[in-house]
């Protein structure tokens, strides 16, 4: 499935029922030896619902698999901003890894309730969270904090450490909804 259809199926019916009013998506190039995890970004915002057919479609179209499009964390709500919960896993794709995810991630909605209204998805090499529910900035720091603490039955850590610091050093996640190089577009796997 292509990133527009995957944003539309699952990210926009999600983001409506939030209310979320606008989301900030952005298009980017990584350039070789960058210090940085994404170069020569532009911004978008976009609103669900209103812009969702063309707007996203033009893009996609656009940008093609010469440039990243994805989700960033910050979002409008009630005309504040806040911060959707996304997160990158370090676990590879395997029926047991998913299991195992949906088994953390499910139990962790005490602690982390950003989860309750998330989903999963799965690249080539491993899984990622995106939770609905818009957050005050100093909650989404604490999430992302605790997101480091998610261990598997046998220890093992979940979380992408790398992925968690970039997000807090740059103040917001990103997680990439389209093709991009040799990568396809991330697979929904499940809602948690």
């Not at 812009?51 to 979002?75: H, M, W």
């Not at 409008?76 to 676990?91: A, E, G, P, W």
């Not at 309730?113 to 529910?133: E, R």
Request: glycine content about 6%.
């Amino acid at each position: 499935m292509t990133g527009e259809k995957i944003f539309q199926k699952y990210y926009e019916p999600k983001l409506i029922k939030q209310e979320i009013a606008n989301v900030v998506l952005r298009t980017y190039i990584h350039i070789k030896g960058s210090t940085g995890d994404m170069a020569n970004y532009g911004e978008v915002i976009f609103t669900p619902r209103n812009e969702v057919d063309k707007r996203l479609n033009d893009l996609f179209a656009k940008t093609g698999t010469q440039k990243g499009i994805s989700i960033t964390s910050l979002v409008s709500h009630k005309h504040t901003q806040k911060y959707l919960f996304l997160l990158d896993y370090s676990l590879s794709v395997s029926k047991k890894n998913e299991t195992e995810l949906i088994r953390v991630l499910t139990n962790s909605t005490g602690i982390l309730p950003a989860l309750k209204k998330g989903m999963i998805l799965k690249t080539k090499n491993s899984y990622h969270v995106v939770g609905f529910i818009p957050l005050e900035k100093d909650v989404w720091h604490k999430h992302m904090a605790e997101a480091i603490l998610l261990r598997t039955s046998k220890g093992e850590d979940i979380s992408d450490i790398r992925y968690i610091g970039h997000s807090l050093e740059r103040g917001y996640g990103c997680l990439r909804v389209s093709d991009y190089e040799d990568k396809p577009t991330p697979d929904f796997v499940c809602y948690i």
